[in-house]
């Protein structure tokens, strides 16, 4: 999920069974937003909590002012994602704590997220995942084990890359029953997963562009 990202495209001709949606990683006006659902744009997704490595850990600054903008721009249907502090430089937050962090502002904000993604991948911010395969493994149970335990619905962004990059395999299981969402910027708006992979066969999200004119979106298809 890139800091900087992306704005809106067309997409005319694609199947209307698919559900469009916005990312983003910073704050986003009232007015971008309400283009951006002028757009066909329909779902808007906030990161929820960021590595934040120098304090162990935080939810993201931009997310309940983010949020309120999308509100105020008529959306309906949200989603977050959570980017865990991990790595071995960082003295990050227990697991289970960063999580309740993110899920006792989405309570106190009565904030109606729908699904929160565990955002897998490595930066040049933080060095996240920096244990080697077996480490990155073990650590990344520990991140389903918080999951579980917190009972909210959710599910896995990465992307195939990623994956192999931080276990060392492509065919590594962690958590093929809850939904996948994956980044692969061809600007084609399917849900065609080419490259199975983590035990996937099919995925329920695309992250498909981080190209675009406002320059605060990442652009998404979903299957509802």
């Known amino acids: 999920m890139r800091a900087s990202t992306a704005l809106f495209i067309a997409f005319a001709g694609v199947a209307t069974?698919?559900?469009?949606?916005?990312d983003s990683s910073s704050e986003v006006s009232v007015d971008i937003y309400k283009k951006a659902l002028g757009?066909?744009?329909?779902?808007?997704?906030?990161?929820?909590?960021?590595?934040a490595c120098s304090l162990g850990g935080r939810v993201d600054p931009t997310f309940v002012p983010s949020y309120k903008n999308a509100v105020a721009a008529g959306y309906k249907d949200f989603d977050a994602y959570f980017f865990p502090c991990t790595g071995t430089t960082n003295k990050c937050k227990p697991y289970a704590t960063q999580l309740a962090e993110l899920l006792d502002t989405i309570s106190s904000q009565k904030l109606a997220i729908r699904r929160i993604w565990l955002d897998i991948e490595t930066d040049q911010v933080c060095s996240p995942f920096d244990y080697g395969a077996q480490g990155n493994i073990a650590?990344?149970?520990k991140l389903v084990a918080a999951f579980r335990a917190a009972k909210h619905d959710w599910g896995i962004y990465t992307s195939p890359t990623q994956w192999?990059?931080?276990?060392?395999?492509?065919t590594f299981v962690l958590a093929n029953d809850v939904p996948l969402w994956f980044?692969?910027?061809?600007?084609?708006?399917?849900?065609?997963?080419?490259?199975?992979?983590?035990g996937?066969?099919?995925?329920?999200?695309?992250q498909y562009t981080d190209q675009s004119a406002s320059k605060k979106f990442d652009l998404n298809v979903f299957s509802a």
């Open 17 to 22: 069974a698919l559900t469009h949606a916005v």
């Open 39 to 51: 757009q066909g744009f329909t779902r808007a997704i906030f990161r929820g909590y960021q590595e």
């Open 139 to 141: 650590e990344a149970k």
């Open 164 to 170: 192999e990059t931080i276990f060392g395999s492509k």
């Open 183 to 198: 980044a692969k910027f061809d600007n084609v708006e399917t849900l065609d997963l080419k490259t199975p992979f983590g």
């Open 200 to 206: 996937w066969t099919k995925a329920d999200a695309k």
